[in-house]
Structure formats: structure tokens, C-alpha cells
């Protein structure tokens, strides 16, 4: 059965303190948990029913600790209003320095992204085209958010992620000529723009875009144009400003 203490922890994966102490963040959902015991990572404890226990049985084997119980207990230890059959506590990576090459893979850097889903959704956008890098400022939503990791619907498990100081990783890549590119509403037209393979494409705030001090260091300023005939929306949300980018780059 599953204990107390073991829902205590479960449940102060809700923060982020909490997740820095452990080392561990929490997965919900049996698809979700299914695509962290395929994945690399490492699963310290599965908590399922039986349900997801015959289904998986094999999978299940996969984890340091399982505990089935039944599904009133897990509705306890969830943080979702509808839990489904399983849980569990995954290793963080330690990702000591980012590992790629920046003259031929496309790189998000994400300037102070707030929004739990946005950055969850930018990890699908990207894991979609390819894109196997994550730069985040150091102010960026904690990519271990139990919010993030369910809006990933299990893209973050292939996609690897860095915080760090966004200004200075900008700083060397642009002393090696690394082309930066960002999106502003004085930018020029995209669809009209010749786009190098690799490089770096830096995404904003969702209230004030990139900040100036990231600003300075984007070589090429990109617009994505509106096609409304009124006065339309004022901008894009983060996410799908992601996607347009990104769909841009992949198709030249």
C-alpha cells in the first residue's frame, strides 16, 4: 500500500524546492508514465494499480521501487483532479554543459518564459521538428514542473535542457559567429528571409518578448506577418510563434 510519507513526497514535487532537495520530479497519466520507463531516465518509484500493472507488466519491471495500490490511494497522492492508473518519481538529469553543434542543429533559447504550459508545449513544438536542445535563462519556469512535464505529453524525456546565464551563452556563440535569430514586430518578414540550418532561435517573454540585454545579441530580427484584413490580434502566443519559426527553418 501506499504509505503517508510516501504521498507527503509525492506531493511536495509540487515544488520547486522540493524537487531541487530530491533530485526527482513526479509524472501522472499512464501514457505519460509509459514514455518515462521507455525513456533513459531514471524511474526511483512507480505507483499503479492493477490495471496498469497487467497492462504494463513488463515496462513495470523497469523501475527501482513499484508499489500497487488502488485507485483511491493514488487520488490521493495525485495533484491532478482526475488521476488516472499510475504515477511515479523520476532521476533529473544532471546536464553539466550543453552538448551540441550549433553550425548544423537549430537550438530554442527561451528568454524568461513564465507559462508552465507554453513551456511545456514549446518541448512538443520541438521535439515535432526535430530539435533535440533547450537553452533556458535562469529565470525561465522550472522545466521539472509537474505543470511543464504534462503539457510535454512526454517530449521532455527526448529533449535535453540547460539553464543558464542566457546573455553570456549568446555572448561565445556570437564571438563564433553562430547566427542568432528572434522574433520583434520590427523584424523582417520570415516567409522573405534566407535561414541557415543551425543556429540559435531565441523566444520571449510572453508579456515583454525577449529583454533588451538578449536583444543586443540577436543577429537577424524576424517578423511573422499577419494575414488579418482588420486590426486582428496585437501578437502571437510564445508557443505558436514557436511553431511558425520552427516550421519555417525546417522547410527551407
Known amino acids: 500500500m501506499l504509505s503517508k510519507n510516501k504521498i507527503k513526497l ?13 533530485g526527482l520530479f513526479l509524472v501522472e497519466g499512464n501514457k505519460m508514465v509509459e514514455e518515462a520507463l521507455r525513456s533513459e531516465y531514471q524511474v526511483e518509484l512507480l505507483v499503479c494499480n ?29 495533484l491532478m ?19 551540441f ?6 537550438v530554442l533559447a527561451l528568454d524568461f518564459i513564465q507559462d508552465p504550459g507554453n513551456l511545456g508545449t514549446i518541448f512538443r513544438i520541438a521535439d ?3 530539435i533535440s536542445s533547450i537553452i533556458c535563462s535562469e529565470n525561465t ?7 511543464v512535464v504534462q503539457a510535454s505529453m512526454g517530449a521532455i524525456f527526448r529533449i535535453k535542457t540547460w539553464y543558464t546565464n542566457l546573455e553570456n551563452f549568446l555572448m561565445k556563440s556570437a564571438d563564433n559567429q553562430i547566427p542568432v535569430y528572434g522574433t520583434f514586430l520590427e523584424g523582417d518578414n520570415i516567409y522573405n528571409e534566407q535561414l541557415t ?3 540559435i532561435l531565441v523566444l ?40 511558425i519559426c520552427c516550421s519555417e527553418f525546417r522547410r527551407r
Open 10 to 22: 509525492i506531493q511536495s514535487l509540487n515544488r520547486k524546492k522540493n524537487r531541487d532537495e530530491t
Open 50 to 78: 492493477s490495471t496498469f500493472l497487467d497492462q504494463n507488466s513488463a515496462l513495470s519491471g523497469l523501475a527501482n521501487e513499484l508499489i500497487e495500490t488502488d485507485s483511491e490511494s493514488l487520488h490521493k497522492a495525485s
Open 81 to 99: 483532479q482526475n488521476p488516472q492508473d499510475a504515477l511515479a518519481l523520476i532521476r533529473q538529469p544532471l546536464n553539466s554543459r550543453p552538448e
Open 101 to 106: 553543434n550549433l553550425n548544423h542543429d537549430l
Open 128 to 130: 515535432w521538428f526535430g
Open 141 to 147: 519556469v522550472d522545466s521539472f514542473n509537474p505543470k
Open 197 to 199: 540550418n543551425g543556429g
Open 204 to 243: 520571449g517573454n510572453e508579456g515583454n518578448g525577449i529583454s533588451k540585454s538578449v536583444e543586443k545579441l540577436v543577429t537577424q530580427k524576424l517578423f511573422i506577418p499577419t494575414f488579418s484584413s482588420g486590426k486582428g490580434s496585437e501578437s502571437l502566443n510564445v508557443a505558436i510563434a514557436a511553431a
